[in-house]
Every structure is written in C-alpha cells, then in structure tokens.
C-alpha cells in the first residue's frame, strides 16, 4: 500500500510540476479539465463519457513523455544532433497520434449526440 501511495505522489509531482514548467503540459490539463465538464454534454453515454475523458488522459500521458524525452535529451546531448533531433521528432509524432485518437473520439461522440448516425 505504500508504494502504491508513494507513486501517487510521484505522479501528483509530475504533473504539477509539468504544468507549472511545460506550457503544452498545462494546455493539456486545461484541456482534460473542460473535457470532464463538456464530455458530460457532449457524451451519449456513461461509456462515451469514459472514452471521451480517457482519450484526454491518454494524450496528457503521451504529452508527459514526450516531454520527459525531450528533456533528457536535451541533457544529455546539449548540442545539435541528427539522432537527438530525430528522437524528438519522435516523441513530437506520439502526441500528434494521440491527438488524432482524441480528435476522433470526440468527433465519434458529438456525431452520436446529434444523431448524425
């Protein structure tokens, strides 16, 4: 149970910490923050509504990574490097897939809502 509590300051950290010091970090937690109040709208369903939320969560996770990324490597290799370059192109493509996955979702969601389908 310790470990579990312990973890779960780790995380609090983080994201306070990211959203204190990353701006597209704390865009993101503004971002799930409205998606808890307007998924309740915009959602069909209390299982739309868990899609709709999680997909935000899963794009502020991949936000924290790719963040976590690029601040190792910009530690570890301060200057300009075509594989460091590369690595971050990566982690920038990660976040451009989940929102694309959020985009979807909320789209998928409000079609429904409007009986579109």
């Known amino acids: 149970m310790k470990r579990i509590y312990n973890a779960t300051l780790n995380s609090i950290r983080g994201l306070r910490y990211g959203a204190a010091h990353e701006a597209s970090i ?10 808890l109040a307007l998924g309740t709208v915009i959602a069909p369903s209390v299982g739309w509504y868990v899609l709709l939320v999680g997909s935000l969560l899963v794009l502020l996770g ?17 200057d300009h490097h075509v594989d460091i370059l590369r690595v971050k192109d990566y982690g920038s493509a990660a ?17 429904v809502r409007l009986g579109l389908i």
């Open 62 to 78: 991949i936000e924290c990574l790719n963040t976590a990324i690029e601040r190792l490597a910009d530690h570890v290799a301060p």
């Open 26 to 35: 704390r865009e993101e937690v503004i971002l799930v923050a409205v998606g």
């Open 95 to 111: 976040v451009f897939c989940g929102i694309c996955l959020a985009g979807l979702t909320w789209l998928a969601a409000l079609v």
